[in-house]
C-alpha cells in the first residue's frame, strides 16, 4: 500500500512539474529576420500573437528561404537579449539610439520578419539547421572583423557573427554595449550590400536577457523597433540647396533608399543627411518651378553616379485663391544615363508658404504619398522615404515652415464612425418618437358594470 501511494505521489509531482514548467516557461528570445529580395513577405500572416515559436515551428518558417541558391546567410549572435530591450532603450539615449542600425535595416529592405518570442532551445540549434540544410562551411567571425566576409555570390555561404557581450552592471553600460553591438551589425550589412550579393541577416541571442523594471511608463511604454512612429526630427539635419548664399530648397527624411533591379539596397540616408556626402549644385530655385538635384559618386558598388531630381512648380489656384506648392515628379539618373527613370507623384502639394511632410512616400500602394512610375526605366526601381518634409518656396532660412501633412482629416476609421454614430442616432430618434406618441385606451370596461360597447367608427 506504501509503494502505491509512493509511485502516485511521484507520478503527480512529475505532472505538476510539466506543467506549472510550460505555464510560467519565459526562456525566449526575439528573432529579427531583414532580406535583400521579398522572400520573406506574407509570413507574418501565419504567426500568432503572444505565441511562443517552437524549434520545429521556426524550421517551416525558414524552410523556404534558406533553401534557395546562391543566397548569403548571416547570423548575428548576441550573448542576451529580450523584447524588453528594445522597450527600455528604444530611446533612452537621445540621438544615439541603441538599435538605430537595425531599425533602419528593417524598413528599408524589401522584407522583413520580426518575432518577438522563439523558444531559446530553437536559437540555440539554429546555426546546425542552417549549416545542415546550406550544406555549406561555417564561417564564425568574432565582433567587427569582416576580413572573412568576402562572400562568394556564385553558391551559399554561412556567416556567424558573435557579437560582443553586453555587460548588463548598470544602465549605461548596457547601452554601450547595445550601441557598439548594433554599429557591428550596421558595418557588417554595408559591407555585404556593398559587394552587391543577395544575403538573408538575422539578428537573434542565445539566451533571454533580464530587463530591470523601470515605472516611468510615460517614456519606456511603447516598442519603438516594432512600430513606424515618428522619430526624433534631431537625427539629421536638413540638406538643403542654395540660390547664392541663402537656402532656397529643404528636403528632410530618417530614412532614404531605393532598391534597383528588386535586389541592389542603395541606403542614402547617411550619404545624404548624416556625411553630407551629396551635391546639390546643379539644383534650380526659380519663382514658379524649383529642381532639387541630389548627386551621389560611387554610392555602392556597381553604380559610379547616381542623381534623383525633385521637380516641383508654384501655381495659383482661383478656386483657394492662393499659391500651391506641388511636388510633379520625381527623377533618377544612373550613371549619366539619357533616360531617366520618371515618377509622377500622388497629392504631394501644399501652400507656397507651407512645407510638405508626410510619414511614408514610395512606390508601393500602401504609403501615405505614392510614387508612379512612368516609364520602363522606373519599373526596375523602388524607392522608400520615411518621415518625408521638403520645402522649395518661401525659404527664408534652413527651418522649415508649417507642414502640411498627407494624412487627410476624414480617415476611413473616422468616417466609419460617424456613419455607425447617424446609423444609433437614426435607432434612437425612432425610439424617442414611438415612446412620445404612444396612446392608451380612452375608455376601459368595468367587469361589475355593464359590458362596454366600442362603436367600430371609433
Given amino acids: 500500500m506504501a509503494t502505491c501511494s509512493l509511485v502516485s505521489w511521484v507520478q503527480v509531482f512529475c505532472f505538476s512539474s510539466l506543467l506549472f514548467r510550460g505555464i510560467f516557461s519565459v526562456a525566449h528570445t526575439p528573432v529579427l529576420l531583414w532580406s535583400t529580395d521579398r522572400s520573406l513577405q506574407g509570413l507574418a500572416s501565419t504567426l500568432h500573437e503572444?505565441?511562443?515559436?517552437?524549434?520545429?515551428?521556426?524550421?517551416?518558417?525558414?524552410?523556404?528561404?534558406?533553401?534557395?541558391?546562391?543566397?548569403?546567410?548571416?547570423?548575428?549572435?548576441?550573448?542576451?537579449?529580450?523584447?524588453?530591450?528594445f522597450t527600455r532603450y528604444a530611446e533612452s539615449s537621445g540621438n544615439e539610439t541603441p538599435f538605430l542600425n537595425v531599425q533602419g535595416l528593417l524598413k528599408a529592405s524589401p522584407s522583413s520578419l520580426v518575432l518577438p518570442a522563439v523558444d531559446y532551445q530553437a536559437v540555440s540549434h539554429l546555426t546546425e539547421y542552417l549549416q545542415k540544410t546550406l550544406n555549406v562551411p561555417l564561417v564564425n567571425v568574432d565582433g567587427p572583423e569582416t576580413s572573412h566576409l568576402m562572400a562568394n555570390a556564385s553558391k551559399p555561404n554561412?556567416?556567424?557573427?558573435?557579437?560582443?557581450?553586453?555587460?548588463?552592471?548598470?544602465?549605461?553600460?548596457?547601452?554601450?554595449?547595445?550601441?557598439?553591438?548594433?554599429?557591428?551589425?550596421?558595418?557588417?550589412?554595408?559591407?555585404?550590400?556593398?559587394?552587391?550579393?543577395?544575403?538573408?541577416?538575422i539578428y537573434t541571442a542565445r539566451q533571454p536577457s533580464k530587463v530591470p523594471v523601470q515605472f516611468d511608463v510615460a517614456k519606456h511604454s511603447r516598442r519603438q523597433l516594432m512600430s513606424t512612429e515618428v522619430q526624433d526630427n534631431s537625427l539629421y539635419a536638413p540638406v538643403?540647396?542654395?540660390?547664392?548664399?541663402?537656402?532656397?530648397?529643404?528636403?528632410?527624411?530618417?530614412?532614404?533608399?531605393?532598391?534597383?533591379?528588386?535586389?541592389?539596397?542603395?541606403?542614402?540616408?547617411?550619404?545624404?543627411?548624416?556625411?553630407?556626402?551629396?551635391?546639390?549644385?546643379?539644383?534650380?530655385?526659380?519663382?514658379?518651378?524649383?529642381?532639387?538635384?541630389l548627386q551621389?559618386?560611387?554610392?555602392?558598388?556597381?553604380?559610379?553616379?547616381?542623381?534623383?531630381?525633385?521637380?516641383?512648380?508654384?501655381?495659383?489656384y482661383g478656386g483657394s485663391a492662393r499659391n500651391w506648392s506641388t511636388l510633379d515628379s520625381v527623377e533618377i539618373v544612373q550613371d549619366n544615363r539619357a533616360a531617366a527613370a520618371i515618377f509622377s507623384v500622388s497629392i504631394i502639394s501644399s501652400p507656397v508658404e507651407y512645407s510638405f511632410h508626410c510619414q511614408l512616400v514610395g512606390t508601393r500602394s500602401q504609403y501615405g504619398a505614392r510614387l508612379i512610375p512612368m516609364n520602363d526605366e522606373a519599373e526596375s526601381w523602388e524607392v522608400v522615404i520615411s518621415e518625408f518634409q521638403i520645402q522649395a518656396f518661401s525659404v527664408q532660412n534652413t527651418t522649415f515652415s508649417y507642414s502640411s501633412d498627407c494624412a487627410s482629416f476624414f480617415t476611413p476609421a473616422i468616417w466609419m464612425a460617424l456613419v455607425t454614430s447617424l446609423v444609433l442616432l437614426l435607432i434612437l430618434t425612432y425610439g424617442i418618437h414611438m415612446i412620445v406618441y404612444l396612446t392608451t385606451n380612452s375608455r376601459f370596461d368595468d367587469p361589475k358594470g355593464e359590458r362596454l360597447s366600442v362603436p367600430e367608427t371609433e
Fill in 50 to 85: 503572444g505565441h511562443i515559436i517552437s524549434e520545429h515551428e521556426l524550421h517551416m518558417l525558414l524552410q523556404h528561404t534558406v533553401s534557395q541558391d546562391s543566397r548569403n546567410l548571416v547570423v548575428f549572435l548576441q550573448d542576451k537579449l529580450s523584447v524588453d530591450d
Fill in 158 to 201: 554561412l556567416f556567424v557573427i558573435r557579437l560582443q557581450p553586453t555587460k548588463r552592471k548598470d544602465e549605461p553600460a548596457t547601452l554601450k554595449a547595445l550601441m557598439e553591438n548594433d554599429k557591428i551589425i550596421g558595418r557588417i550589412t554595408k559591407a555585404l550590400q556593398e559587394q552587391g550579393v543577395q544575403s538573408l541577416m
Fill in 240 to 293: 538643403y540647396a542654395h540660390n547664392g548664399s541663402q537656402p532656397c530648397i529643404l528636403f528632410y527624411a530618417t530614412n532614404f533608399s531605393l532598391i534597383a533591379n528588386n535586389t541592389k539596397l542603395i541606403d542614402l540616408s547617411n550619404l545624404t543627411f548624416g556625411s553630407h556626402e551629396v551635391n546639390t549644385n546643379s539644383s534650380e530655385c526659380l519663382p514658379t518651378n524649383s529642381t532639387l538635384s
Fill in 296 to 316: 551621389y559618386t560611387n554610392p555602392v558598388s556597381g553604380i559610379k553616379s547616381l542623381e534623383i531630381r525633385f521637380v516641383m512648380t508654384n501655381r495659383f
